[in-house]
């Protein structure tokens, strides 16, 4: 029978990088790692206060009181990962849940695993709703993110983070009276994109990709504060060109047309040629423009000539 519900932070901590370390080193060796992985985070949210519910594969699905308590456990995971080769992204949020049999349930329980969907590997993303319920010193210690347009959700969804250097993964946002152009393009075989940055120029085409961050291990690197360290990847895959953010405050793209987009830590797909500004608007006087165009291949070109002769 199902309670009538109960105010709780829920946590939901998922374990990512098993399936390559399956691949590494056997099924046997890897399951033993995953489990121990799962163990200690079941270990540490235990130690802070928390009450665990379940664990349907890689994850581990915990409530607790206390919402201080349930940041601290996140932190005290995050802090101990990776652990041999695996990492864990994790949600965090409060509200009413339902119990019964054993688990819980609800549109808490539900924006807790968008959330950690949709965090990256060693990231916990918290909801506004729980920073509200935070002592304020523990509150001041997180950083705010651009609003994420969740799955269900009519408005925006506040969210945060205790990492300085946390991207953000979110639905294509609009800027105010501006249109999106172009997402939804045909794979076309044989295409490949020139970014031109700072008097160099990178090519890429099919199979290949190229990062844009801040770090300098990025091939791209663009050095302003509102650039995360790893921002973003461009690839080119089946015809496809693709931009993937991965950063705090997203991608802003200008097409031909002269419409600008934000991509916040999700993959959109490039046509034409444009420009690129990694963090703030194309139009911002501090933006460091990345142009870039998207032509045929020569082994395309010369195929369609041969074809059409």
């Not at 997402?183 to 890429?204: D, K, Q, S, Y």
């Not at 797909?269 to 998207?294: F, H, K, N, P, Q």
């Amino acid at each position: 029978m199902a309670d009538t519900g109960v105010e709780v932070a829920v946590l939901l901590a998922d374990v990512t990088g098993s399936t390559s370390l399956y691949e590494t080193v056997g099924d046997a060796d890897a399951a033993v790692q995953v489990g121990r992985c799962l163990d200690w985070m079941r270990d540490v949210a235990a130690a802070t206060g928390g009450r665990f519910v379940s664990s349907k594969g890689d994850d581990v699905l915990v409530t607790f009181a206390d919402p201080a308590a349930a940041l601290t456990a996140a932190e005290r995971i995050m802090a101990g990962m990776p652990m041999g080769g695996l990492s864990v992204h994790a949600g965090l949020h409060y509200g009413t849940v339902i119990s019964a049999g054993g688990d819980i349930f609800g549109d808490v329980v539900n924006l807790t695993a968008r959330l950690a969907s949709m965090a990256n590997a060693g990231e916990v993303l918290v909801s506004g709703v729980l920073v509200q319920r935070l002592p304020p010193e523990q509150a001041a210690t997180l950083r705010r993110l651009s609003a994420m347009r969740c799955k269900g959700k009519a408005l925006p969804v506040e969210v945060y983070t205790p990492d300085e250097d946390t991207p953000l993964r979110t639905e294509v946002m609009l800027v105010p009276g501006k249109e999106t152009r172009g997402l939804g393009a045909p794979p076309v075989e044989g295409v490949g994109i020139t970014l031109a940055f700072e008097g160099n120029r990178h090519f890429v085409d099919e199979g290949r990709s190229i990062s844009l961050g801040r770090a300098p291990e990025n091939d791209v690197v663009v050095s302003k504060p509102w650039v995360s360290r790893q921002h973003a990847t461009i690839a080119v895959a089946q015809g496809r060109v693709q931009l993937t953010d991965r950063s705090s405050y997203g991608s802003y793209v200008v097409d031909a047309l002269g419409c600008e987009f934000v991509a916040l830590r999700e993959t959109v797909v490039l046509i034409g040629m444009g420009r690129i500004s990694l963090g703030t608007s194309v139009a911002s006087a501090d933006a460091a423009v990345i142009s870039y165009e998207i032509r045929a291949t020569q082994a395309s070109t010369a195929r369609d000539k041969a074809e059409g002769a």
